[in-house]
């Protein structure tokens, strides 16, 4: 059983025109040679890692994420990963669990109770009914520095006004920018 504060946060990889994922897929967008002397080093990943203990995702994220691990390796190790779907998926790893139903009931009887920080991986439908639902705490936006001009957008027509916490913000040496927002309720 989670300790603690329970705490759901969206984080989303972004260009600075708000494209989460090109027309093909494609992530060679998120290797950046940029370099900004202002900027920090990032945090130890394997440190950072450890303090999500479970993930949720949607179908297409998790597909896309599957189609890349066979280049890159699974990004989400051991970590309990819930991913929501209406199909009917199957998967070969003992810690990932497919989920058909009502979103509240999720988060309040399953992640609320074992989980004290839940990270939502990836799916803009996903994270759109996370905030309709008022269900999410906070969102990391990480922009990389480079404009898109078409694909996927982050938040397209989420259909109401979400007021915003800025809670901290990092500018890195490769040039991203991660901006923490606290999801006013």
């Known amino acids: 059983m989670a300790t603690g504060e329970f705490k759901i946060t969206i984080h989303m990889v972004s260009s600075l025109d708000g494209i989460i994922a090109k027309k093909d897929n494609s992530i060679s967008w998120f290797d950046t040679s940029h370099n900004y002397d202002k900027g920090v080093d990032g945090q130890?990943?394997?440190?950072?890692?450890?303090?999500?203990?479970?993930?949720?995702?949607?179908?297409?994220?998790?597909?896309?994420?599957?189609?890349?691990?066979?280049?890159?390796?699974?990004?989400?190790?051991?970590?309990p990963t819930i991913v929501l779907t209406n199909r009917n998926l199957t998967t070969d790893k003992p810690n990932i669990e497919f989920y058909s139903g009502n979103l509240n009931k999720l988060v309040n009887e399953r992640l609320k109770p074992n989980y004290k920080n839940v990270w939502v991986a990836g799916g803009?439908?996903?994270?759109?009914?996370?905030?309709?639902?008022?269900?999410?705490?906070?969102?990391?936006?990480?922009?990389?520095?480079?404009?898109?001009?078409?694909?996927?957008?982050?938040?397209?027509?989420?259909?109401?006004?979400?007021?915003?916490?800025?809670?901290?913000?990092?500018?890195y040496k490769n040039g991203m920018i991660e901006l923490c927002y606290e999801i006013k309720k």
């Open 124 to 171: 803009a439908i996903l994270t759109k009914e996370l905030i309709r639902q008022k269900l999410a705490h906070e969102i990391r936006v990480s922009i990389l520095p480079i404009v898109l001009g078409d694909g996927l957008l982050f938040f397209d027509n989420i259909g109401q006004e979400q007021i915003l916490h800025l809670k901290d913000t990092a500018a």
């Open 44 to 79: 130890d990943p394997e440190e950072f890692l450890k303090t999500i203990d479970c993930y949720i995702m949607g179908s297409h994220t998790y597909e896309h994420a599957l189609e890349l691990s066979k280049s890159y390796g699974w990004a989400y190790g051991e970590k």
